[in-house]
DNA sequence: TATGAATGAGTTTTCATTCAT
DNA sequence: TATGAATGAAAACTCATTCAT
């Protein structure tokens, strides 16, 4: 997984061969397929991997006790920073999941979306509190906040001048600032 | 092109082979390689021609005569209406241009931040002027709201509730609130 | 002509596309076939302006009034100096012949054994006056001596230490050295 | 590779397909290439095997305990013999050497250097000792040799008159007639 | 006399997957 | 639990030649 991992990050998962994979990891096909039903079974628990990661964290930060601005910034700026500490995985999720077999694209949608909607409950939360505006439809401020966070990896170097959290306070802050009312 | 491109964008780039392309358009093989090189080649047209209208529109809106935050609201929103319109343009391009030979891939990138460039100078010249915060990096500012555009592809629907305009006008107030000083 | 001479020399007769020939030479694919049926009749042309110029060199030597050691060892030498002169078509002629279209190959070994017997004819002539030694039949003599013109494509250089003339006057003298009686 | 020594011969190596070759041997394409890289592999390996067989055999012969005249005349009718002996493999060498990838070429033509180079050892070794002529200089002296030898596959036909073994004798023969002092 | 777009069969190679062992 | 040889369909691309203009 560790290789597949790697090579699909690099060169796209059509561009890499399981042959690749087997040689790269020092396994032979007839184990990988003893393993894993498929090349796109691969695919499919590397995108688990980072979902429920990522879902669990979301939880955390959103069910804790405290004011609704300061959850949703944590979680915010969560999401930037495990997002660029698993970047290949990242990086694979928004550029093949749509090489994913059909069923289980729909089946990793339905778990993104849960997703979403639990970051939106936050984003409504804090337009009912108040503390939010209400110019921007929830649904499409939490489109704005991930749709720079998929964007982290077609720009962020590990070796560039911004540190992971510096980036996930800039585009948290960025967020909350959106939102005030 | 446009067989190309609407099975680029419905199946991927390397998902479509040029046995479907040239099925799907009607014309032969060797026709097709008459007037294109390679696949890549078709590719790289087709983010030729976005580029080229989205770097125009940008200039045209960047020089206007008019204040800045007018000038950034209008080719923030433009560049949303602008990708709306040719969604599957910008599908391909967003997921594919990883996928283009690295010379073509560089050259791609090199107009790429030209764009991003001519984008940036308008925040920066708001940041001087006192009329747009300066909490947050130009550079990670337009990064903030390139990623939603480019994110646009991966959820919006011209079906949906929202037309183009609307979205349009919301994206770029969400940038141009962030950005209240 | 001159063109295809030279990239079939380069790169072989089938690693040569008619598009290459064209493109090199300035014509067009409309004009080259205006003027030659098929890339096989290029390659025919080829072999016949050789084959013109050695058979007429070879009868010219062959019937001059000089003792028949003379005579063999200029047409022995000549033959030599004509290979290098015109490398390019010899190379050609060794390598593609069997690559001819069958009945035009059939043309060029006729004329080809035309030659071949002109030459034999010599050296029985010397073997009948008892000036050449009869040990090696005179077919296995001429292929000898051949074999060692067609081997110049191998290994002759035009900027290495040997002239054609010196290496012809080396070679006609190994002939005739071995047919010492 | 029976099928493909085979077949290279009867037609080129250009003008046998991949196709052609596994429909010839009842073996399908994907195992082909489970076994060779490319195509040219399949023609390095011919090479290989013949030109390890040769070295091997004139090694043998040339450091054999002989006088130098008895030692070059038996190398010298031994790669006669061996070449008929295994025409195919030996019309492919002479015939598709250059249509080999240009890195294996190179390495093809160091092996042949180095028993082009032994074999001159031997020319060298009688002239000093002055049982040959000095007249010509040692290395056109090979390549008279080995001239003959490829036009072997151009004219000997193992339905013809001569056995492998009387050419080779008058092929040496004739060599060591033209090396008389 | 010349153009160059178009053809369609052909090329080599790759690939995910299977299966007897 | 693991091997690796074998499959067969599909991939991108090439090519000599034709033909309407």
Redesign the pocket.
Known sequence: MATATRLFAERGYDR????EIVEASG?????L??YFG???DLLHEIYGRLLRLQQERLDTFAGADEPVERRLREAAADVVVTTIDNLDDAMIFFRSMHQLAPEKQQQVRTERRRYHERFRALVEEGQRDGVFSTATPADLVVDYHFGSVHHLVSWYRPDGPLAPQEVADHLADLLLRALRP
């Not at 890499?16 to 042959?19: A, C, E, G, H, W």
């Not at 396994?27 to 184990?31: E, L, Y």
Request: aromatic residues 8%; charged residues 20%.
């Open positions: 890499t061969s399981v042959q396994v032979t096909k007839g184990a397929y003893h498929s090349k796109d």
